[in-house]
């Protein structure tokens, strides 16, 4: 059984920092790209950005330069490093195994003074 869990969300002011995690289990991890996605209240859900089984990443224009993905193949992790934080990134994040069509539960990131 496949299994997508997010964890690392919370509350930070703008222009703070959040590490999303993703602990993917049930699959040969290092074979599949993985992506994070976003839905804020009212919005449709979003790309935010991929990584490729080889580790290259693709981003959304509007984090581009602000967030960094990644992965750990031995421990099974999809990471997300959110920098710069603007109250338009509050959302759900969810993450994504788009080969199954599997997602995670989502953590919910709120940018807010």
């Known amino acids: 059984q496949v299994q997508l869990v997010e964890s690392g969300g919370g509350l930070v002011q703008p222009g703070g920092s959040l590490r999303l995690s993703c602990a993917v289990s049930?699959?040969?991890?290092?074979?599949?790209?993985l992506n994070w996605y976003r839905q804020a209240p009212g919005k449709e859900r979003e790309f935010v950005a991929r990584?490729?089984?080889?580790?290259?990443?693709i981003y959304a224009v509007s984090v581009k330069g602000r967030f960094t993905i990644s992965r750990d193949n031995v421990k099974k992790m999809l990471y997300l490093q959110m920098n710069s934080l603007k109250p338009e990134d509050t959302a759900v994040y969810y993450c994504?195994?788009?080969?199954?069509?599997?997602w995670g539960q989502g953590t919910q990131v709120t940018v807010s003074s």
């Open positions: 994504n195994l788009p080969y199954l069509g599997l």
């Open positions: 049930g699959i040969t991890f290092s074979s599949y790209g």
């Open positions: 990584i490729s089984s080889a580790g290259d990443p």
